[in-house]
């Protein structure tokens, strides 16, 4: 099955410049966080006359019922990845549309249609898939530019991942013309390591940065929108929410984690890439080592069994094997194992 969620997607210098356009007398309400809706109304101070929900941090379907869109004919989410889809799981649960403004290059939340689901002690719970309607994506390159490198940063790697967990999935290439599609896109995610993404282009933000924002937020998110199951997460988003479990991994963003489980999952492939992707993430600053996250080898048990039982619910190519699976933990437990 293909499934595509957005209408329009915009990444411009100017994009928030056509938003009222793009309302069109419509009621309001919106869903924010906290810098990322001030940048947005410095350059449109006008936002702030619409009803206002302050995002709380964490997507849980708690969060999602509390938006009270009574009256309200389009709701507008302006944030990072959790704060988008909370705003897509209370918009399709309302049946209202929705005009997403990312605030963040962090993840391709904007771009999917699905919503990755938390418990209230911030640990996973669930990814839903939904048919849900995103009018618009709306990129300031002037919101983006001023945002936190670390969540693009981070974002770039889970981009990233898209190539490495499709083709653990479906191989190189498919006889399906939706799956081959997300190879291909996923292939492209994957060459942005070839780029200077170093904080100073990302301030700079030139042609490359835009290339890669543009993977990160919209790309990313079709590599699964052609693929589905095909194409989507495999074992390196397993490993995160395994991670998820332990606090002293929530500190660390999403794409630091599902960095560290692409390493466990390519050394599950005995892939020749292991040590160009290993050498790439310490350059870019992410955990390459559980002692690094916080963990020690006492947590190995734990973190085996959680990645098993979120694996069975995956298309993938073969069951795992808990044992080889404990081996790569403990060797990835501390640098000097390596």
Not at 123 to 129: F, K
Not at 161 to 166: F, L
């Amino acid at each position: 099955m293909i499934r595509q969620a957005v209408l329009e997607y915009n990444h411009a210098d100017d994009a928030l410049d056509r938003l009222d356009e793009l309302i069109g007398g419509r009621r309001v309400h919106v869903l924010c966080g906290q810098s990322g809706y001030e940048a947005v109304k410095r350059i449109l101070p006008a936002i702030a006359d619409y009803p206002t929900t302050r995002f709380r941090g964490e997507c849980t379907d708690a969060e999602a019922a509390r938006i009270d869109l009574a009256h309200t004919d389009v709701l507008i989410a302006i944030g990072g990845g959790k704060l988008v889809d909370t705003a897509k799981l209370a918009a399709v649960e309302r049946d209202i549309p929705l005009i997403v403004i990312p605030t963040l290059a962090s993840n391709c939340a904007a771009f999917t249609p699905l919503s990755v689901v938390y418990r209230e002690d911030g640990s996973y719970d669930r990814y839903d898939v939904f048919r849900v309607i995103i009018e618009r994506v709306i990129v300031d390159a002037r919101v983006i530019v001023s945002s936190p490198y670390d969540f693009f940063r981070a974002g770039v790697i889970d981009t990233v991942a898209k190539h490495y967990e499709a083709r653990y999935l479906s191989g190189e290439r498919s006889r399906d013309a939706g799956v081959n599609s997300g190879l291909v896109l996923a292939e492209q995610c994957g060459r942005l390591v070839e780029l200077d993404l170093s904080e100073a282009a990302f301030r700079a933000y030139g042609e490359d940065i835009r290339f890669a924002v543009d993977h990160v937020l919209a790309i990313g998110g079709a590599v699964g929108g052609f693929g589905d199951a095909g194409t989507r997460v495999a074992v390196a988003h397993a490993v995160h929410n395994a991670l998820s479990q332990f606090v002293t991994t929530h500190a660390f963003l999403h794409g630091d984690k599902v960095g560290f489980g692409l390493l466990v999952q390519e050394s599950l492939r005995r892939s020749p890439d292991v040590d160009s992707l290993h050498s790439w993430l310490e350059q870019v600053g992410a955990p390459t080592t559980l002692e690094a996250l916080g963990l020690s080898a006492d947590d190995i048990p734990r973190l085996v069994a959680s990645v098993i039982g979120e694996t069975t619910l995956q298309q993938l190519p073969e069951p795992l094997n808990s044992d080889y699976l404990k081996i790569i933990f403990e060797n990835l437990q501390k640098t000097i194992y390596r």
